[in-house]
């Protein structure tokens, strides 16, 4: 694979590329003009020696690789977002979390745990929620719920603009999952490229 020789292999999903770290290629040039990235998308998950990468952006949770050294940067929180366009947006905009177990609901098949973990938190645990449409890439879920066909759930970051701009709403917002954005890279890899850009990652996301 070609790259500049000097560039920083970055790997992350393709869903965090697309709607966190392009938007922001901009800015990191100008925070860190030094820092130069070779990006690649990850589809079906990161093995244990990264191959290929210098690092990896990634939402997940322990118990990590325990190759990995691991930079955490912030708690994940998830939450359903519906459109405007949702034929239901009015009604369900007021309704009580607990209306949403009667809906077909997007979901994502990389993330099964996602609803579950969501109704838990709103103390709903004990009736199963109704599966609507899913997909294999969360880029295509939230596209989904954008064009009103569903409840989708998503983590705040990757929905954030679409809520500013009112292509999305959370009438019932978000919580932590226990799991958190990380950079990670193999343990012993001596970069001081990973730490300045996990410094970097960490305030962004915190939104400073």
């Excluded at 922001?24 to 079906?44: I, N, V, Y």
């Amino acid at each position: 694979r070609e790259r500049l020789p000097s560039a920083l292999v970055l790997g992350c999903p393709g869903s965090l590329l697309a709607r966190w770290v392009i938007p922001r290629l901009e800015r990191l040039a100008t925070d860190l003009p030094a820092m130069k990235l070779h990006l690649s998308a990850q589809e079906g998950g990161f093995d244990a020696a990264l191959t290929g990468l210098d690092a990896a952006l990634l939402l997940g949770e322990a118990p990590w690789p325990p190759e990995w050294d691991v930079h955490g940067l912030a708690p994940e929180r998830i939450g359903p977002v519906l459109s405007p366009r949702h034929a239901r947006y009015a009604a369900l905009r007021e309704a009580p979390a607990a209306t949403l177990l009667g809906e077909p609901l997007l979901h994502t098949t990389s993330r099964p745990q996602a609803w579950p973990r969501w109704f838990q938190a709103q103390h709903l645990a004990g009736t199963a929620p109704r599966p609507g449409t899913g997909f294999d890439h969360l880029t295509y879920l939230i596209e989904a719920a954008v064009a009103g066909l569903g409840v989708a759930i998503a983590p705040q970051e990757l929905v954030q603009a679409d809520l500013d701009s009112g292509r999305l709403a959370a009438p019932w917002g978000f919580v932590e999952t226990g799991g958190q954005w990380a950079l990670c890279s193999v343990r012993g890899y001596d970069d001081p490229r990973v730490p300045a850009l996990a410094t970097w990652l960490r305030r962004e996301l915190r939104g400073d």
